[in-house]
């Protein structure tokens, strides 16, 4: 598009100040604004209004999950299968890291982030060791496909190839960025980050397979013969990825999903749980939860939304697929976000000015035919570094890695 064009889609949406400072641009600084505004969709600003009253929920219900007695019951048949799927290169890993590491204290990529004590151990490093004794235990590589955003891809790409992926053969490592949504202020006026750059953020963790198909990244798994995908979060240093057990238990139970899960240490722990909506697979995130739901009972006396989700989900992509046209829901997040006044100065708010716009991986779960809860063990697998002190913690991972023997 050229000025012309883009000033006309501007004035179409109501956001013709992203030109106010056009003409005194550099022609670089040109190129890149009028490339952003012809790229970004505008369209997610027509929904604040209706987004602000929050996002309506159906009936919730309590969903069972598969408990550690019965995994491990059926544990060698699980493993079987799962361990089959990934040697026929069935299985490929989907690696969320789009996040900085600002609440740790660090301004580069969550993932870069260093909890060893005694030597250097990396977020990253942590997760793809754990992926490598998969790739051990199978004798087959699972390609990974790592997300990143705009704000941290050159860093991310930049740290894995300097410490040589920490071990995991680079040709099995493919990159691709997050899709960016505009943020806004409370009358739905985009904020210019610079002059010539509008604010945008990434699109939540929902937003991971449309932006995978975007890079074209689904399309090449998809012609590699990869029928599922294990998608995690960056900030769990414990978790297995591409877990054969967990695999192999979904394809058994014929499932279009299947969620890890564990057990809540108290009804008002900050995690979102997993239930039915109105008789659909779906999660329940913690700030939703009512009084009522947080203290129902099942038939055996526990809580009946005991069980909460960590972030590691496996999908099957012929399902992807049939969603991947249909547009998620969009979720508010109020947020503090920094823009350049009406005199072209930077300003730094102390409080909450503004809203993000993003698409949420719980509804991915609740647009699935059905999603196979999978609990693990607490203290082996869960492990979120969320905080540099206190709860989900820096601290409180470092405890739990010298639990399970990993040296740091």
Not at 12 to 25: A, W
Not at 310 to 317: A, G, K, Q, T
């Amino acid at each position: 598009m050229n000025k012309q064009q883009v000033a006309e889609k501007l004035a179409s949406c109501g956001q013709e100040h992203v030109m106010k400072y056009y003409d005194e641009l550099t022609e670089g600084e040109k190129e890149l604004l009028l490339s952003q505004a012809e790229s970004t969709d505008f369209s997610v600003l027509s929904s604040l209004g209706s987004l602000k009253g929050g996002n309506e929920r159906g009936v919730i219900t309590p969903l069972g999950a598969m408990q550690l007695p019965e995994i491990r019951q059926k544990e060698k048949e699980f493993k079987e299968a799962g361990l089959e799927a990934i040697k026929k290169g069935k299985v490929g890993a989907v690696l969320l890291a789009g996040g900085m590491g600002t609440r740790l204290g660090s301004d580069d990529p969550k993932g870069m982030y260093n909890i060893g004590i005694t030597r250097e151990v990396y977020i990253f490093q942590r997760l793809i060791e754990n992926l490598l004794e998969v790739v051990k235990e199978a004798g087959a590589y699972v390609p990974l496909y790592v997300m990143t955003s705009d704000k941290n891809n050159e860093a991310t790409v930049k740290f894995l190839k300097e410490h040589h992926y920490f071990g995991y053969e680079e040709k099995f490592v493919t990159f691709f960025m997050q899709e960016m949504a505009p943020a806004c202020d409370p009358d739905g006026k985009v904020y210019m980050e610079e002059k010539w750059k509008i604010s945008t953020s990434p699109n939540g963790n929902g937003g991971w397979y449309t932006s995978m198909h975007k890079w074209g990244v689904a399309q090449k798994a998809m012609e590699d013969g990869v029928e599922w995908l294990n998608v995690f979060a960056v900030d769990n240093v414990l978790q297995r990825i591409a877990d054969p057990c967990f695999v192999g238990a979904v394809i058994a139970n014929n499932c279009a999903s299947g969620a890890k899960v564990v057990k809540k240490c108290a009804p008002d722990e900050k995690i979102g749980v997993i239930c039915l909506e109105d008789g659909r697979p779906s999660i329940v995130e913690y700030y939703e939860l009512t009084d009522e739901l947080m203290n129902a009972k099942d038939e055996n006396g526990d809580p009946a939304y005991y069980f909460g989700v960590i972030l590691n989900y496996l999908f099957r992509i012929s399902d992807l697929e049939k969603i991947r046209e249909r547009n998620l829901p969009l979720h508010l997040v109020e947020k503090k976000i920094s823009y350049i006044d009406e005199a072209g100065n930077k300003v730094k708010p102390e409080a909450p000015n503004g809203y993000k716009f993003e698409q949420l991986v719980l509804d991915m779960i609740h647009e699935m035919d059905s999603c196979l809860p999978f609990e693990v063990e607490r203290n082996r697998e869960f492990a979120p570094i969320k905080n540099k002190t206190g709860i989900d913690s820096v601290e409180s991972a470092r405890k739990l890695c010298k639990e399970n023997g990993i040296t740091l």
